[in-house]
């Protein structure tokens, strides 16, 4: 089973976890750690080192809410040590899509999965109306 790791701004992942819980029920070996207001990059950057150095006993997808934040930063820098894929940008549809196919397909699909639902998945619902 793929690993998963959010690292987000806020309780943006855990409130990503609890919500998609809701409509796949349980999602297991999956982590969220949240970058809070006064937190410290350091703590941080120790926090993600840590989550990695657990997960990564598997394979490890590690998801942050956009890039050039600094949970963005924190996994981007732990990537030169340790072996896993990070993807930016992730969104309720595309997490939900993630837990429930990770059994399915390898984490080179994973990847390329995610990005390809990853642009369905952002509608202009006007745009869709008028021309339906």
Not at 28 to 51: M, T, Y
Not at 79 to 100: C, E, R, S, W
């Amino acid at each position: 089973m793929i690993n998963i790791l959010l690292v987000t701004h806020g309780n943006f992942g855990k409130e990503l976890l609890k919500s998609s819980e809701l409509i796949i029920g349980s999602i297991e070996n999956a982590e969220s750690i949240s970058f809070q207001q006064g937190d410290s990059f350091e703590s941080l950057l120790r926090k993600v080192e840590e989550a990695v150095g657990r997960l990564t006993k598997s394979d490890l997808i590690v998801f942050t809410d956009m890039y050039g934040g600094s949970p963005f930063n924190a996994v981007s820098r732990t990537m030169k040590n340790n072996n896993f894929y990070h993807i930016t940008g992730i969104n309720f549809p595309l997490f939900i899509d993630i837990a429930v196919n990770r059994d399915t397909y390898s984490l080179e699909e994973i990847a390329e999965k995610i990005i390809k639902n990853g642009k369905k998945s952002i509608v202009f619902v006007n745009e869709k109306f008028l021309t339906d």
